[in-house]
Each structure stands twice: as C-alpha cells, then as structure tokens.
C-alpha cells in the first residue's frame, strides 16, 4: 500500500514518570522472584541437602521485553477506558500474554489482517509487539487513525535499517530466521524497500543455504527453486536475477554458531563464482541479550549436571536455541512451567525434533545421590516462573518451599 500523505502518525508516549512508577510496581508484583534474587547474589548455586540448582549467569527477560511488558501495562494505565489491541503476542510467554488478556489487552491476529482491523476506531489503542510489524499492518492501523503504543525492541530495528539499507543499493538480503516468525516477517517487509521493489530470501537451515549457493555457483531450475522457497522470499523473487549481490542478516535470536557458518557459506560460494566478495555483505544482527543467555549456557555445561531445564515459551525463538545447545551436552527439558515436572521419573517437555509436546522419563533425577540441575532461561520468560521450577524441583527431591526460602 503507498503511503498517504494525509495520515497523521498517532504514536502516543505512555512513559511518564508517574505511571512507569506504578507500572514498574505491577510489574515487579507479577514477575518478580525473591528465590531467584536470592541464587543469583550466590553465584547461581543454591544447594540444600542432596539436591543443587544451578542457574546460568544470564537467562530470563532482557530489556527489549521489559520495556515492551512495561509499555503494555502502561498503555492500560493511560488508556483505562479505551479498547487495547495488540498485534499477536506482546512476547512468547503464555504466563505474560495471560496477564495482558486479564488487563483487557486483545490480541489481533498477526498472520494475516482479518475485518478486526477494519473495525479499529480512533479511539481504540494498538500495541505492536517487541517483534515489530510488518509495514501492511503497521499502515492499516495507521489508515484506522489508532492510537499507537509501539514496543519494537531497538535490536530488531536495528536489522530493518540493515536490510533497508540493502534494498537501497539494489543488494537482496538473505535473512537468517524462520519464515513464520513475527520478527521475520516484519524484517522482510523491510527489506522490500522503500518502493517496495527490493528482494529477499529467508534461509533456516543449513540446507537452505547449500541449495541456495549450488544455484549461485551452478544455477538450475528457477520454478523448483521458487517452490522450495515459497512463501519465504519477496514478491517476483527471480534466482537467475536477484542473487548477484547479497547481504546476510538474521533474526536477533538466531543461534550465533549457525549464522555464522550461514555466512561463509555464502561468502565462500560468491567468492568462487566471481573471484572476489565485493558482492558478498553481511551485518551480525544477533541481539546482545541473546548472544549473553548463549555464552551463559555455555559457561554453565562446564559444570557437572544431571539434567537441564530450559523455561520458557515454546514458540520462542531464543529459547529454542538454549535448548539445542544443551542436548548436545546432557538430558534437556524444554518446559512452559513447573507444572511440567511432573515427579521425579517424568517431565513433560517440548520435543524440538518430534515439534509436540511428549511426556519423558528422566532417570537422571530420581536417584538417591546427590543431584545437579541446571536451569536457564529465554529472554522471555519471568523469573517467577523460574522461580515455580527451582521450588518444584526441591520439593520433589523431598525439600519443601519454606526450607528453600530460608536456606
Ligand atoms: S531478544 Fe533481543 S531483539 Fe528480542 S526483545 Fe530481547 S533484546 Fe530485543
């Protein structure tokens, strides 16, 4: 859609002092753990009787959450009696998106716009999500006259002005990240450029990519590669044409190992075809809090452990990364809370490879001796939901909540 030069921007600053001072209050209320405080300032170790918790160093919300979660609440604060849309999910934590639902806040689809949107009013308040929004939506809320509440973390924009930046140049970005992801989504809207006549590819796998550099060096059947990439590349995407030049970004939680043997694939595989890699470009997009819970979970499997709970949302990006990297090294358990602790012999997780979730035995915990668990987690779980897991923990190993406050 052009954009019209009639409409009025009605971004609204929900952050003044006297409400953030209230909201950061709620918030704290809502997600806040004393237990979790309390392990941090030990190092990440608290040991009672034969049972250890051993945090990471890093894990749980970053700032980009906190501040959208703050605005959300905020925008209920200044807008009590107004309609509150969200568009999707503030961030992918069920416990957090409950509490929005419980405050009014409702969200729209975000996959495609449905008449919901054709229905906005200037009275009503739209909240885009840490993920951002595709341009379309973005536009349509705009065409509504809404009041906006926009919580884009400042990392995921940072991307948008990389792959714009390509789509000036006449660059195709290749975008790291999964297709179906919100922040994807939004980043490749972006990289269509101003005039809407830039192109992009997104790749997830390593397979992706090795499809994708034999036809840069060999070339092939541009409708088989169109329909391999369906749905994961700009509109006209033409192969023989658009991957001259490119540039490589990613989706900020991507896995920083994988993005990076991403780029020297493509890097090499241009190199070759031209003899140099002036039509090679790349920008590392990985956000720092993603980067700091990674370099943190590595940091805590140099531990002797008996298994891995890794919280979190399971259709959260950087938590899925967490999760890889410690069932290379140990028994993992990707859970949405302690009610996934089950007893000692079972954990009901998420199975990154069967995607669903399955009821496990885990022999690993209910032994006599002495046992380590580790616990980290994504950037957008809260530490009471943490906290909920270190006590199912100790009380299933015999320790109840009251010696775990004490100890
Ligand atoms: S994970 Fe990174 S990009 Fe996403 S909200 Fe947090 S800081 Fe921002």
Same mark, same amino acid.
């Given at each position: 859609?052009? +954009?019209? &030069?009639?409409?009025?921007?009605?971004? @609204?600053?929900? %952050?003044?002092?006297?409400?953030?001072?209230?909201?950061?209050?709620?918030?704290?209320?809502?997600?806040? #753990?004393?237990?979790?405080? =309390?392990?941090?300032?030990?190092?990440?170790?608290?040991?009672?009787?034969?049972?250890?918790?051993?945090?990471?160093?890093?894990?749980?919300?970053?700032?980009?959450?906190?501040?959208?979660?703050?605005?959300?609440?905020?925008?209920?604060?200044?807008? +009590?009696?107004?309609?509150?849309?969200?568009?999707?999910?503030?961030?992918?934590?069920?416990?957090?998106?409950?509490?929005?639902?419980?405050?009014?806040?409702?969200?729209?689809?975000?996959?495609?716009?449905?008449?919901?949107?054709?229905?906005?009013? +200037?009275?009503? @308040?739209?909240?885009?999500?840490?993920?951002?929004?595709?341009?379309?939506?973005?536009?349509?809320?705009?065409?509504?006259?809404?009041?906006?509440?926009?919580?884009?973390?400042?990392? @995921?924009?940072?991307?948008?002005?990389?792959?714009?930046?390509?789509?000036?140049?006449?660059?195709?970005?290749?975008?790291?990240? =999964?297709?179906?992801?919100?922040?994807?989504?939004?980043?490749?809207?972006?990289?269509?450029?101003?005039?809407?006549?830039?192109?992009?590819?997104?790749?997830?796998?390593?397979?992706?990519?090795?499809?994708?550099?034999?036809?840069?060096?060999?070339?092939?059947?541009?409708?088989?590669?169109?329909?391999?990439?369906?749905?994961?590349?700009?509109?006209?995407?033409? +192969?023989?044409?658009?991957?001259?030049?490119?540039?490589?970004?990613?989706?900020?939680?991507?896995? =920083? #190992?994988?993005?990076?043997?991403?780029?020297?694939?493509? %890097?090499?595989?241009?190199?070759?075809?031209?003899?140099?890699?002036?039509?090679?470009?790349?920008?590392?997009?990985?956000?720092?809090?993603?980067?700091? %819970?990674?370099?943190?979970?590595?940091?805590?499997?140099?531990?002797?452990?008996?298994?891995?709970?890794?919280?979190?949302?399971?259709?959260?990006?950087?938590?899925?990364?967490? @999760?890889?990297?410690?069932?290379?090294?140990? &028994?993992?358990?990707?859970?949405? #809370?302690?009610?996934?602790?089950? #007893?000692?012999?079972?954990?009901?997780?998420?199975?990154?490879?069967?995607?669903?979730?399955?009821?496990?035995?885990?022999?690993?915990?209910?032994?006599?001796?002495?046992?380590?668990?580790?616990?980290?987690?994504?950037?957008?779980?809260?530490?009471?939901?943490?906290?909920?897991?270190?006590?199912?923990?100790?009380?299933?190993?015999?320790?109840?909540?009251?010696?775990?406050?004490?100890?």
């Amino acid at each position: 859609m052009p +954009p019209d &030069p009639d409409r009025q921007s009605r971004r @609204v600053n929900v %952050r003044t002092p006297e409400v953030m001072e209230r909201v950061q209050a709620e918030v704290a209320k809502h997600y806040q #753990s004393s237990i979790v405080e =309390k392990v941090r300032a030990r190092d990440g170790v608290l040991t009672i009787g034969n049972t250890t918790i051993r945090l990471a160093r890093q894990f749980g919300f970053c700032y980009g959450v906190e501040r959208a979660i703050d605005l959300a609440y905020a925008s209920r604060r200044v807008f +009590p009696d107004n309609r509150i849309f969200l568009i999707g999910e503030i961030i992918h934590n069920p416990e957090v998106n409950r509490q929005l639902e419980a405050m009014n806040i409702v969200s729209l689809p975000w996959k495609e716009m449905d008449g919901q949107y054709d229905d906005l009013t +200037p009275e009503d @308040v739209v909240i885009v999500p840490a993920f951002g929004a595709p341009i379309s939506f973005m536009d349509k809320v705009e065409s509504r006259g809404c009041r906006t509440v926009d919580t884009t973390c400042g990392d @995921v924009m940072k991307v948008w002005k990389r792959v714009r930046g390509f789509a000036r140049d006449g660059v195709t970005s290749i975008i790291h990240g =999964k297709a179906d992801h919100e922040e994807t989504r939004a980043t490749a809207s972006r990289a269509a450029g101003d005039d809407g006549k830039g192109h992009y590819l997104i790749v997830l796998t390593l397979a992706d990519v090795d499809y994708v550099c034999d036809y840069i060096l060999n070339g092939g059947d541009s409708e088989s590669f169109r329909a391999r990439f369906n749905g994961a590349m700009s509109e006209g995407f033409n +192969p023989d044409r658009d991957l001259v030049q490119v540039g490589v970004a990613n989706q900020t939680t991507m896995l =920083k #190992s994988e993005t990076e043997e991403i780029q020297r694939r493509i %890097r090499e595989v241009i190199t070759r075809r031209d003899g140099h890699a002036d039509n090679f470009l790349v920008f590392d997009t990985i956000c720092g809090a993603t980067q700091e %819970r990674q370099d943190a979970l590595f940091e805590l499997l140099k531990h002797t452990m008996n298994l891995l709970l890794v919280v979190g949302g399971y259709n959260s990006s950087n938590t899925t990364h967490l @999760v890889e990297i410690g069932e290379k090294e140990l &028994p993992t358990f990707f859970i949405r #809370s302690a009610e996934c602790i089950v #007893s000692l012999e079972e954990i009901v997780h998420y199975d990154l490879h069967r995607k669903e979730e399955i009821s496990a035995y885990s022999a690993a915990f209910s032994t006599d001796e002495h046992v380590v668990v580790g616990i980290t987690a994504g950037a957008s779980c809260p530490s009471n939901l943490i906290e909920e897991a270190i006590l199912k923990v100790f009380e299933l190993r015999g320790i109840e909540a009251s010696a775990v406050h004490a100890a």
